[in-house]
């Protein structure tokens, strides 16, 4: 199985500024078919989990501007130019290449 | 507005069974692969299972496989999973999901198996 590895799991930021979190795979994510099929996600506390990318920097509808996907291969970043309150909570990758599809280990971004 | 329900969880017996079913409406269903995804608070997200739009096709993770199954009734907007053989390690919070990359998510029913 694809191991999806994030860091760090844990993120304490400030309001205002920028953060970044990190998901490494094991293998490489590109498809036969030339697509990455690389996936973000965020949970709110007491809430299911929301789709914010696919194939690694496409944003979801309703996904503020601040946040953007990057990478390529085995390396992808989540960046957030300038976090807001709304922003907390808990933040993972998941790949779509291969099977199993597989989560990173989550990270918990806190003010 | 898509719309995703899921219903059927609760307290099960380790070998026991449990049906879950997921109700959809705001989207064509019958147009979409589907997938569950459960939670636990150990280990976070984990994929289970996905369908494709006509229910040929189906994938499992290994922990799984022989033990659920999971299908769909596409003239009532409904996706299924099957427990059968249920261990303390399938206790979660279980979710359906959108397509094969999760663009939607139910808000997720509670299995707890238990003696």
């Known amino acids: 199985d694809i191991v999806m590895t994030q860091s760090p799991l844990s993120l304490p930021v400030t309001l205002g500024q920028p953060a970044s979190i990190s998901c490494r795979s094991s293998?490489?994510?590109?498809?036969?078919?030339?697509?990455?099929?690389l996936n973000w996600f965020h949970q709110r506390p007491g809430q299911s989990p929301r789709r914010l990318f696919y194939r690694v920097s496409n944003r979801d509808s309703g996904v503020p501007d601040r946040f953007s996907g990057s990478g390529s291969g085995t390396d992808f970043t989540l960046k957030i130019s300038r976090v807001e309150a709304e922003d907390v909570g808990l933040y993972y990758c998941m790949q779509a290449t291969h099977w199993p599809r597989t989560f990173g280990q989550g990270t918990r971004v806190e003010i | 507005e898509v719309q995703l329900l899921e219903s059927g969880g609760g307290l099960v017996q380790p070998g026991g069974s449990l049906r879950l079913s997921c109700t959809a409406s705001g989207f064509s269903f019958s147009s979409y692969d589907m997938s569950w995804v459960r939670q636990t608070p150990g280990k976070g997200l984990e994929w289970v299972s996905f369908i494709q739009t006509d229910g040929s096709g189906t994938s499992y993770v290994d922990s799984v496989k022989g033990r659920f199954t999971i299908s769909r009734d596409n003239s009532k907007n409904t996706l299924h999973l099957q427990m059968n053989s249920l261990r303390a390690e399938d206790t979660a919070i279980y979710y359906c999901?959108?397509?094969?990359?999760?663009?939607?998510w139910g808000q997720g029913t509670l299995v707890t198996v238990s003696s």
């Open positions: 293998q490489s994510l590109v498809h036969s078919n030339g697509d990455t099929y």
């Open positions: 999901a959108k397509g094969g990359t999760l663009d939607c």
